[in-house]
C-alpha cells in the first residue's frame, strides 16, 4: 500500500487528494465509486480505467435481479455473468458483438414511455440501466483493460488484502470505542505503507485475474506477536503479579 487518508465520504475532492500524493499509475481498478473517475481523469489523464467486474455483475443484478421476468431481462443478466468467461481478445469481441447483437433485438424496450401521474416515465427502467451501465463501460473500453495491460480484472486484492486486515483487527478487539477503532485502523495502515521509491515491489505481488478464494479462519497460523493489543504485556508493566501484592 502506498498511500491512504480518512474522509468523510468518496468523493472528486478526496480521490483527488490522495492521488495527488502518488505517480500515475498505467491501469486503475475501480469499483465505479462516487468521485473516482473524474478525480482520474484530472491527475492521472494518460491512465487507464478497468472497471471491477465483480462489481459490474452486482449492479447488474441489482437492476434485474437474480430471475428476471422477460426474456430481455434474461438475455442481459446472461451478458453479464459472461464477462467472467472474457479472457483474450477473441472472446472479449465476441461478447460486445453479442452486446450489439442484444440492442438490435431488445434495445426498443429501452426506448418506451409509459405516462404515469403527469410526466413520462421509461416503461423498463431497470432494463435500460443494467443496458446503460454495459454499453457505456465497453463504449469507453473500461470492460476488458486487462487484456493488454495484465492487470487484476477485479478489486478482489484489495477487498482480501488491506481492506480485510483492517476488518481482522477490529473484529479480533470487538468493543472499542469509535476513536480507539480509527486508531487500530491507522496503526495497521502504517505497518503496512510502503514508501513510493519501493512501489515497483507492488508488482511482482500482483494478484492474477479473478477473485481471491477466502482463507477458512479455523485454519492453524503461526502464532505472532501482536503489534496492537488490548491484552496484557510484560512489557507494559501490566503482567500479573506473584506473591503477596499478586493475592486477590
Known sequence: MLAWQWCSRESTAAWSALFERIP???????????????????HWPNTKIQRCLFHVQMNVRQHLTLKPRTDAGRALLGLSRA?????????????????????????????????????????????????LLLARLSRNGQ??????????????????????????????????TEPHMKRAAEWFLTLHEIPLERAHELIANTTPAGPIPMKNESQHEPVERSLYDTGLSADEGLWTRSGWAGRG
Open 83 to 131: 464477462l467472467s468467461k472474457v479472457r483474450d481478445v477473441d472472446t472479449a469481441i465476441g461478447w460486445q458483438i453479442h452486446l450489439q447483437q442484444w440492442w438490435e433485438t431488445f434495445g426498443h424496450l429501452t426506448q418506451e414511455r409509459t405516462y404515469l401521474r403527469g410526466r413520462w416515465w421509461f416503461t423498463h427502467h431497470r432494463l435500460r440501466k443494467a443496458w
Open 143 to 176: 470492460l476488458f483493460t486487462y487484456i493488454r495491460h495484465g492487470n487484476s480484472r477485479t478489486t478482489s486484492p484489495l477487498e482480501g488484502g488491506i481492506n480485510n486486515g483492517i476488518r481482522h483487527v477490529l473484529r479480533a478487539h470487538r468493543g472499542m
Open 24 to 42: 500515475a499509475p498505467e491501469v486503475v481498478v475501480c469499483d465505479g465509486g462516487t468521485g473516482i473517475a473524474s478525480a482520474v481523469r484530472a
